[in-house]
T-cell receptor, first 113, second 113 residues
Framework: NAGVMQNPRHLVRRRGQEARLRCSPMKGHSHVYWYRQLPEEGLKFMVY????????ESGMPKERFSAEFPKEGPSILRIQQVVRGDSAAYFCASSPNGQGAVYFGEGSWLTVV | QQQVKQSPQSLIVQKGGISIINCAYE??????FPWYQQFPGKGPALLIAIRPDVSEKKEGRFTISFNKSAKQFSLHIMDSQPGDSATYFCAASDSGANSKLTFGKGITLSVRP
């Protein structure tokens, strides 16, 4: 079974550009979470989605950040007009039923120059 | 307010020794407690998890001990090996809500040969 697939693994953007991070959950998983990890810090919850629905976006910055999980295709985390403070590792995770075990992808490392 | 606190911040253990990492939580609604292992440049990997209805769970060299009244749980790594050198995160979630994980800040374990 393929695990949680994220791409790109590494992304460099100039200030003001847009970053799009993609996540395909594990087969059979319909619950997707996005987390952000800053250097030397733990993982911070950003958003929880099911197919076509945002369930909890309490960890998302109010501006510039958005997420979707369409009926077909991967989940997308979109960051508009990136700033240097957005530089971080962004991890996607999935679970089969929204309870219990959550499995993470290898992450997308965003660097804003 | 940090809801999940880990200690110590870092740990050095000799090969063959026991590594013990502690975690304390505040939210009494939490009912799922996983530990994750992360290597540099990789995503967090689920190691072992416990629910409050048991006080201990063992999987191979890894054991979780859980103390509900003290709101604490710990990870014990028996016969620690250099390959165990990584960052370890404890986490907690409320499966009655939406299962988003709240993470501790992580501790760096170094196992000396």
């Amino acid at each position: 079974n393929a695990g949680v697939m994220q791409n790109p693994r590494h992304l460099v953007r100039r200030r003001g550009q847009e970053a799009r991070l993609r996540c395909s959950p594990m087969k059979g998983h319909s619950h997707v979470y996005w987390y952000r990890q800053l250097p030397e810090e733990g993982l911070k919850f950003m958003v929880y989605l099911q197919k076509e629905n945002i369930i909890d976006e309490s960890g998302m910055p109010k501006e510039r950040f958005s997420a979707e999980f369409p009926k077909e295709g991967p989940s997308i985390l979109r960051i508009q007009q990136v700033v240097r403070g957005d530089s971080a590792a962004y991890f996607c995770a999935s679970s089969p039923n929204g309870q219990g075990a959550v499995y993470f992808g290898e992450g997308s490392w965003l660097t804003v120059v | 307010q940090q809801q999940v606190k880990q200690s110590p911040q870092s740990l050095i253990v000799q090969k063959g020794g026991i590594s013990i990492i502690n975690c304390a939580y505040e939210n009494t609604a939490f009912d799922y407690f996983p530990w994750y292992q992360q290597f540099p440049g990789k995503g967090p990997a689920l190691l072992i998890a416990i629910r409050p209805d048991v006080s201990e769970k063992k999987e191979g060299r890894f054991t979780i001990s859980f103390n509900k009244s003290a709101k604490q749980f710990s990870l014990h790594i028996m016969d620690s090996q250099p390959g165990d050198s990584a960052t370890y995160f404890c986490a907690a979630s409320d499966s009655g809500a939406n299962s988003k994980l709240t993470f501790g800040k992580g501790i760096t374990l170094s196992v000396r040969p």
